[in-house]
């Protein structure tokens, strides 16, 4: 079964920076999309970033310019680098693999930012 599992929240200050990790486990990603999204509390889930398989990027217009998404398609990862974190940007983190068979998501990690 294919998995996707991130890895990489936790507690930071506000101005601080975190990266997180998403791993796949039984699929190669070098061919797909790759996206992140988040939900904070009380609110619908949102886009974050998004990576193509060519390497591509866009953004929220939230994070552009302090968040960077980036893929090792050799590790079957893909990254987000999260700059100058405020109190806004606390949230649960989702990775997900984008495909026409149905998106697989990953089960969150926990991104608090708080002082």
């Known amino acids: 079964q294919v998995q996707l599992v991130e890895s990489g929240g936790g507690l930071v200050q506000p101005g601080g920076s975190l990266r997180l990790s998403c791993a796949a486990s039984k699929i190669p990603l070098r061919t797909f999309t790759m996206g992140w999204y988040r939900q904070a509390p009380g609110k619908q889930r949102e886009f974050v970033a998004r990576i193509t398989s060519g390497g591509d990027t866009n953004y929220a217009e939230s994070v552009a310019g302090r968040f960077t998404i980036s893929r090792d398609n050799a590790k079957s990862s893909v990254y987000l680098q999260m700059n100058s974190l405020s109190l806004e940007d606390t949230a649960i983190y989702f990775c997900?693999?984008?495909?026409?068979?149905?998106?697989?998501w990953g089960q969150g990690t926990q991104v608090t930012v708080s002082s």
């Open positions: 997900v693999l984008i495909r026409v068979l149905g998106d697989i």
